[in-house]
Every structure is written in structure tokens, then in C-alpha cells.
């Protein structure tokens, strides 16, 4: 699994790379082959971004990777990752090394070509029992959940619909604690469109798109705290082309991270207020993109009993498994939106990721890969049906 994971991190698979997608999909169905179970390669439709000069334009996505045995089972479980990193062609980022004789540190070790091998692996050992027969697994990888699964997420929440559990294979933290509940995320773009003027002779003709979008920046950050553990992040600024000119155009993104579903009307609310009083004003356009992407994953009962379950098995293994509510968002939040109860960082243990410090460390691949099959015979026994049971009643 660590030979094989340095070749996987050394072929660039960020989100928007195709070509590298492809490759990864390629190694991917050579590597899953001897499940001898069938393939689904589904294109997803593409989407669009708001460029830094305003415009909406088209964004290409690659395939997601559908394999699946046993479909008619009595028992069905759904396992989830994803190809892409975030780590572009570009990046200085793309080679691995070792930091020590356990650490390894690469793009993408981590999140997440080191969670499918141990998804992989955990398959090949379970494959091998008599309890396989009883249950239908599906592994469902995605080429876009680095830019928020918007294009993957309806066949998510399809997938979801079948499946008793689902299984993600994020990294857990370097101390092997896996995620509890999630934040939801909304990434939103705003568009300024002012009018250019010299910025002598001409300043009052002007509207300045740079000046208005910095004042909504303060209304936007202002809305952190308007609900419990609400926050707004503005990530990204652009506008103007030169100090003597009156710029006419910015674009401000934003990130809002919220605990409560409930709190996605009230925030999409207030930005909407914010948008149109600032487009009111004489000589400016303003114009607001994205929305709420992945609602808040708030645990259910039978999601507590799952994480209970998961951790009786880690037990068995000597694993004391913990968990920790957490800001960051996953495909977990969006199987959990679609109401199955799901374990979401079930992966290798590492850290730093979205970093060039994101490291795995090498000893937790074959104890990750013995839990999840130990997980898969422990459902397989009929040892997870009351998590089923709480799910449908």
C-alpha cells in the first residue's frame, strides 16, 4: 500500500485536471480488478465558476468511478472517496518524500489516494470470507469533492438511497480521532460592477467597484456570529487594473461554514439584503453566485449507533476510536443529507492536508485496512442491523 500510494501521488489529479483524472482512473479499475465486480464510469455534467473579471464561465468535470458487487443483497452498504486533490499541475507540490521512517509526506497521500488502497484492501480481505455473499458493496469515487462535490452530489444522494451504511474514506486525525458531526459549507462569488473614470480628471464620473466591494466585505464578515458558530471566511478579492483609473469591476469569495440547516435560509437572507442594497445605489451592478453546497451532517440516532458499532470494533483490535465535531465538510455531510448514517474518516491516519505538508503515516495503512474489513464482517454477521432498524424507524 506505501509502494503503491507514492505511484498514485506522483500522477497529479487535481480537481481540474482531466488528463490526470484520467490516469487515476485508469490505475484505480487496474487496481480493483481482481474484486471482479462490475464498473459504472459515469461523466458528470459540467458546471461553471465566476472568473476574476465577473463572467460565468464553463467548468469541465471528469468521471465518477462506480463499482459495485452483489446489488441485490439483503444487506447493502455504500463506500465513498474521491480522485481529485487539490493540488493543481502547477503547484510546486508534486512529489513525495519521506519526513521520517513513518512519515510520509505527498500530495494527496493523505486525502485521499491513501483512503481508497485501504478501502481496496479491506475488499480483498473480505472477498475472501463466506460472509462476503450476504452483502452488496458499492464504492462510489468522485473527481470533484476537492471543489465541494457539486457536480457529484446528485449521484450521491442517489447512491445514498440504496445503501443501509455508508463508509468514507477521509483521513482520520494522526492520532486515528474520526469526524462526528460537520458544519455545513456554502462558497458564494460576488460581483461588483462600478463605472471607469480617470481617477484625475474624471474621479466623480466614477464608480468605484473596488471601494463598494470593500464595504460589503464588512457587511459579510459581520454575519459571523449571527448565528451559533456561524462563520464567513472572504478568501479571495480582485479588481482595478491601475491606480489612475476608477475600477469598474471586483469580485469578492466567500466562504460561510453553519452548525444548523436551519441557519441556511437566515444567512442566504442577509447576503441577499446586502447584494441588493448595494445594487440600488446609482451607477453600480451587483450580482451574488454559489450557495450553500453541503448541509450540516447533524448525527441521527442511528448515525450515533454506527459510530458506536464502528468503535466496537476498533476495540477488537485494540483501537480506541474517539470522535470530533468538526468545521470541515466531506461527501459524509451529503450521505448524511440524504439520510444514511455514515462513518466519514475511516481512511489512513495523517494530517496537513491542502497543504505541501500533508503527511500519512505509514503503519496506520494495514490498521485502517483491518478495520474496515473487520467492519464489513461485523455488518456482513448481522452485528450492525440495529443501526439499520434505527435508520428506517
Known sequence: MVEKVQAWSAVNSGSGNLDGLVKMEESILEAFAPLDAEVELIQLPAG?????????????????????????????????????????PGHPFQTCRWQDEN???GPGVADMKGGILVMLQALLAFEKTPLAASVGWEVLLSPDEETGSLASAP???????SADIGLTYEPALADGTLAGARKGSGNYTLVVKGRAAHAGREFHEGRNAVVMAAALVG?????????????????????GVATNVVPDMATCQFNVRLQQAEDAQWFEEKVNAIAAKAEALEGYEVSLHGGINRPPKVLSKANILLMEAVKACGLELG??????????????????????????TLGVRGGMIHSAQEFVLADSFAERAKLSALVLLAFADGQFDHVIKAKTS
Not at 53 to 73: D, H, L, Q, Y
Not at 225 to 236: C, F, I, M
Not at 327 to 340: I, K, Q, S
Open 219 to 239: 457587511e459579510l464578515a459581520a454575519l459571523t456570529g449571527g448565528k451559533p458558530d456561524l462563520t464567513v471566511n472572504v478568501g479571495v478579492i480582485s479588481g
Open 103 to 105: 512519515t510520509l509526506n
Open 48 to 88: 461553471e465558476r465566476v472568473s476574476q473579471a465577473g463572467e460565468v464561465v464553463p467548468v469541465e468535470n471528469g468521471r465518477c468511478i462506480r463499482i459495485f458487487k452483489r446489488p441485490t443483497a439483503n444487506r447493502k452498504l455504500l463506500m465513498t472517496g474521491h480522485t481529485d486533490t487539490v493540488f493543481a
Open 319 to 344: 483501537i480506541d476510536i474517539n470522535y470530533v465535531a468538526t468545521g470541515g465538510c466531506c461527501e459524509g455531510n451529503n450521505l448524511a443529507a440524504a439520510g444514511l448514517p455514515n462513518i466519514d
Open 155 to 161: 449521484i450521491l444522494a442517489e447512491r445514498a438511497k
